[in-house]
Nanobody
Framework: QVQLVESGGRLVPVGGSLTLSCVASGRTFSRYAMGWFRQAPGNTREFVGVISWKGGATYLGDSAKGRFTISRDNATNTMYLQMNSLKPEDTAIYYC???????????????????WGQGTRVTVSS
């Protein structure tokens, strides 16, 4: 099992930037892919992006391409989501997640994630 704690969410103005962090503990950090998802009120959980277990491969959802960047530091068990040019539609609770044991490749399939953080709230104000 992996314990995940997100941080960094806050109120930001439209066009602003924000970096979210996710610290992991438990299962060896380098042995699973890590993903970011978000959920706005009344919406289903949406894929934002994912990074493979070594950090060599990243994949971003359509809403994040060109604006967001994912990185991870296996030495500190931390994953980051750098968000630029924020829009009101980016307002949501952002969750980090770890893939299930044995899954190390980057995947957007929510069903392949077994551990989730509690989320951090991002509000983009127009």
């Amino acid at each position: 099992q992996v314990q995940l704690v997100e941080s960094g969410g806050r109120l930001v103005p439209v066009g602003g930037s924000l970096t979210l962090s996710c610290v992991a503990s438990g299962r060896t950090f380098s042995r699973y892919a890590m993903g970011w998802f978000r959920q706005a009120p009344g919406n289903t959980r949406e894929f934002v992006g994912v990074i493979s277990w070594k950090g060599g491969a990243t994949y971003l959802g359509d809403s994040a391409k060109g604006r967001f960047t994912i990185s991870r530091d296996n030495a500190t068990n931390t994953m980051y989501l750098q968000m630029n040019s924020l829009k009101p539609e980016d307002t949501a609770i952002y969750y980090c997640a770890a893939t299930k044991p044995g899954i190390i490749s980057a995947t957007a399939d929510l069903r392949l994630y077994g551990d989730w953080g509690q989320g951090t709230r991002v509000t983009v104000s127009s």
